[in-house]
């Protein structure tokens, strides 16, 4: 079953700003995790507001988009953004098109596979690449951080910003850190800039990184 979800951003501030705005997204939890907006996705939407004047026409692109709240968020705010997801996904990259129409904003999608070369990811430099719940599953690490480390060299000066649970404190960004040769360069708790309107629907222990190579 299909549902639309609102998502808003700028309503809930002390005084409402002229740049408000609501992001629909089309959800279904019974296809499949790609199809719905979880935590992680909806902490790194608000930061991607609340930065709106980092992210203003920047090259952005969001690996495992999924429904794509943080990188639509992105293009709503004046940044040039590519969607990606998994190649074999092929509903879930479909799904994002069809959000990118629903809420009239030119995204460009894509399939990628982490950890796999295909032609199109070689021409890809963005400035700041999202991911929100990437660090999800352990297996996935080493895929997801070739690809991660290879658009980082490609563009020197970029960065990755990503939201996950913090199930086993710091210690996995830590240790990836380490392997991975990055560095982070800000650690934060969801709870310490979400607003209390959002904070209030979410539970867990929820961070924020942002992560670049070693030798910036």
């Not at 719940?133 to 658009?151: A, E």
């Amino acid at each position: 079953m299909t549902t639309i979800s609102q998502h808003d951003f700028g309503f809930s501030e002390s005084a409402q700003t002229n740049e408000a705005f609501s992001i629909s997204i089309m959800e279904n939890i019974e296809e499949e995790y790609g199809m719905f907006v979880w935590p992680c996705s909806t902490v790194l939407a608000e930061y991607v507001w609340q930065q709106r004047s980092f992210f203003t026409g920047k090259s952005v692109l969001e690996l495992g988009a999924g429904t794509s709240l943080p990188g639509l968020v992105a293009a709503k705010v004046g940044s040039n953004v590519t969607l990606t997801d998994d190649s074999s996904r092929v509903e879930v990259l479909e799904n994002m098109r069809r959000v990118c129409h629903l809420n009239k904003l030119n995204c460009k999608i894509m399939g990628i596979t982490w950890g796999e070369w295909n032609l199109p990811i070689f021409d890809l430099q963005p400035s700041i690449i999202l991911g929100a719940d990437v660090l999800y599953d352990s297996k996935d690490f080493d895929n997801l951080f070739t690809t991660v480390t290879f658009l980082l060299q490609n563009t020197p000066g970029s960065v990755f910003i990503t939201t996950y649970h913090n199930r086993s404190g710091h210690h996995l960004i830590e240790y990836l850190m380490v392997k991975w040769s990055l560095k982070c360069t800000k650690l934060l708790d969801a709870f310490s800039f979400l607003p209390s309107s959002k904070a209030s629907t979410l539970t867990g222990n929820i961070q924020l990184v942002e992560i670049t190579l070693d030798d910036q």
